[in-house]
């Protein structure tokens, strides 16, 4: 299975993952580390879906 990749809206760095709940998962953690926000993993799922063109 091909890897699946968001940028960040806020910063643009490239997140990766080897599928879109992973990579939810990674953006998570990613906007609490480097950003402080707080996300549920409802929310994170549905970002990354929009961000990945609703796929």
Known sequence: MAE???KC???GMELK?????ELA???KAHTH???DM???EEEAKQKV???????
């Open 4 to 6: 699946v990749s968001i």
């Open 9 to 11: 809206p806020q910063c």
């Open 17 to 21: 993952a080897p599928n879109e709940d």
């Open 25 to 27: 998962k990674n953006f």
């Open 33 to 35: 580390e480097v950003h």
């Open 38 to 40: 707080e996300m549920s």
């Open 49 to 55: 879906k929009m961000m990945r063109g609703g796929m």
